[in-house]
């Protein structure tokens, strides 16, 4: 379904996410090597606005730079280990750059957002790193979003909304990623301080059947009248795309547009409009 015009043929190259047989102690070793030699990378997945087809944002999505292990298997493996706190440092202070060198650049910037494990709220100096990061590079913190998960809620701790209320205060978006994987309580929606809902890939997958495209409806109506955007993940079907389009989704993140793309291949793709990319 997309058009592949010869030599934008790389937009949809894609670090294989293969999994290397490794031990979880092999892994863990390539962790703490990445960390002291640079072994990390960001790929960025564009976030299209459902209307206009333009780029909204895009999510960071991290990579090692040197190995095909799947980000669902390293990032587990960090979190056990405590190393997510200084892996997720980097990550943040990456996009962080990543977003001062666009505009530095020219380009009209767009928002990134991270991946925050549940387990980063246990990094106690977070909040002022994050502070400290966005006046270094003079970044406006409207420009980064963070993504939380259902999980963060779970873990009961006291602390987790006035984690995400001092980020709210130093004025990061927040999102909440994998919506309708978890134990969704629609009531976490009323108080904690999210921007953006996230519907997750499985979710989005069942919608296809009639029946659940009318609860797919109301859940974006519920949303909206929260004053939340909404955006779907993990979309490949031009069949999708036209279901959430019409059931007012406003953003839409997936295959169907663009897989995650390293920094080199984004400039030309930054102004593209991708409804005029796709056969629908
Ligand atoms: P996630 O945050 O839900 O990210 C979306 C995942 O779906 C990404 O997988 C992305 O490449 C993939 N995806 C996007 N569109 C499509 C599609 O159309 N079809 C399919 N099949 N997949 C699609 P990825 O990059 O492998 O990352 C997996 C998970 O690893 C992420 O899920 C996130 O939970 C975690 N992760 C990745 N980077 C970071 C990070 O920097 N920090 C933390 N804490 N977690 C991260
Ligand atoms: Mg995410
Ligand atoms: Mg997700
Ligand atoms: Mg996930």
């Given at each position: 379904s997309v058009k592949h015009g010869g030599k934008n043929n790389?937009?949809?190259?894609?670090?294989?996410m293969l999994d290397e047989l490794k031990h979880r102690t092999d892994i863990e070793y390539i962790l703490r090597e990445a960390i002291?030699?640079?072994?990390?990378?960001?790929?960025?997945?564009?976030?299209?606005?459902?209307?206009?087809?333009?780029?909204?944002?895009?999510e960071a999505l991290l990579r090692?730079?040197?190995?095909?292990?799947?980000?669902?298997?390293?990032i587990n493996i960090a979190e056990e280990t405590g190393l997510i706190k200084e892996i997720g440092r980097w990550v943040t202070k990456q996009?962080?750059?990543q977003i001062a060198l666009?505009?530095?650049?020219?380009?009209?910037?767009?928002?990134?957002?991270i991946n925050f494990s549940s387990k980063q709220i246990k990094d106690y100096g977070y909040i002022a790193?994050?502070?400290?990061?966005?006046?270094?590079?003079?970044?406006a913190p409207d420009y980064l979003e963070i993504e939380i998960t259902?999980?963060?809620?779970?873990?009961?701790?006291?602390?987790?909304?006035?984690?995400?209320?001092?980020?709210?205060?130093?004025?990061v978006r927040i999102a909440l990623d994998d919506f309708g994987t978890g134990y969704s309580s629609l009531n976490y929606l009323t108080f904690i301080p999210v921007d953006?809902?996230?519907?997750?890939?499985?979710?989005?997958?069942?919608?296809?059947?009639?029946?659940?495209?009318?609860?797919?409806?109301?859940?974006?109506?519920?949303?909206h009248s929260l004053d939340l955007v909404i955006i779907a993940e993990g979309i490949e079907e031009p069949e999708q795309f036209k279901r959430l389009k019409d059931g007012g989704c406003d953003y839409i993140q997936g295959y169907l547009f663009s897989k995650p793309l390293f920094e080199e291949e984004i400039e030309e793709i930054y102004n593209y409009n991708f409804l005029e990319r796709i056969v629908l």
């Open positions: 790389f937009m949809f190259f894609n670090a294989g002291k030699y640079n072994g990390f990378t960001l790929a960025y997945q564009p976030q299209i606005n459902v209307q206009t087809g333009k780029i909204i944002g895009f090692l730079k040197d190995y095909k292990i799947s980000p669902n298997k390293f996009a962080v750059r666009w505009q530095e650049k020219g380009y009209e910037p767009k928002p990134i957002a790193f994050l502070q400290d990061t966005l006046n270094k590079y003079q970044v259902e999980s963060i809620l779970m873990e009961q701790n006291a602390n987790t909304i006035d984690f995400l209320n001092q980020l709210k205060k130093i004025g953006k809902i996230k519907l997750d890939k499985t979710l989005c997958e069942k919608f296809l059947g009639l029946k659940n495209l009318r609860v797919m409806n109301s859940l974006i109506a519920l949303v």
